[in-house]
């Protein structure tokens, strides 16, 4: 793969990957962005994250959207979660910081608005607890946390009781096999979050078959930080 970069379109990636996410006057070759894109799968790892380091910017941001990379950058982002390649959990848990990273910008929200499923299959497809370990379940449970906090802030989901369902669904699928008590913490608290934010959202939440007790079985089982935050969601599911 490294014969489709000289050492320019090298340069231009390594810029990328040290872009302050505060700049506003950037310049991008898009083509050499998009090469990216067409990195072997077993040697994909240092790709995602540039993309991860440089998604940071609003401005680039801005640009991906006006150049239309956005669709195929989660095709990208989809594709690295295969599990038949090489680093396989290594390259699904940076996938998921990029879709976490989206959130930190306003253009990134802006667009989250219209991908919100994507995000969903990046942190979901595929997903395998066999191989997990801390850094990747704080990737996966922080792009679906930033997923459930922006709809509950969101004018215009009130009403998305499908998307709403899918969310609760894959919280709940990883609250089963996570381990580590801050993903755990915060699955909890993206649960809690969906259930402020109206009654019908609360009201889908209580109604996934053994949820309830998954949370009471996850509040045991964790530190003192996961049981009083399910202790403090159960509370509020049940009021």
Request: net charge negative; proline share 2%.
């Amino acid at each position: 793969f490294a014969a489709k970069l000289d050492a320019d379109h090298f340069r231009e990636v390594e810029n990328l990957a040290n872009l302050d996410p505060n700049a506003t006057d950037i310049r991008c070759d898009f083509n050499v962005f998009k090469k990216l894109f067409d990195w072997p799968l077993d040697f994909i790892f240092p790709a995602i994250d540039v993309v991860r380091l440089a998604i940071r910017n609003d401005q680039f941001v801005k640009l991906l959207n006006e150049e239309g990379i956005i669709e195929p950058l989660f095709d990208f982002l989809v594709a690295t979660t295969a599990t038949n390649v090489a680093k396989s959990a290594a390259n699904h848990m940076l996938a998921c910081r990029v879709c976490a990273n989206l959130f930190l910008t306003n253009r990134g929200r802006d667009i989250v608005r219209n991908y919100s499923d994507r995000i969903i299959a990046v942190a979901m497809d595929n997903y395998s607890s066999s191989d997990s370990n801390r850094n990747r379940e704080l990737a996966h449970s922080a792009a679906l946390s930033n997923l459930a906090l922006y709809i509950s802030r969101c004018h215009g989901f009130e009403t998305d009781n499908e998307l709403i369902s899918t969310v609760v669904l894959s919280v709940a699928e990883l609250l089963c096999q996570h381990k580590e008590d801050d993903s755990l913490v915060r699955l909890l608290t993206a649960l809690g979050t969906l259930g402020s934010a109206s009654p019908v959202h609360k009201a889908l939440i209580v109604s996934q078959d053994d949820l309830l007790n998954t949370i009471r079985v996850v509040g045991q089982s964790g530190g003192e930080n996961v049981a009083q935050t399910a202790k403090q969601l159960l509370h509020h599911l049940q009021s």
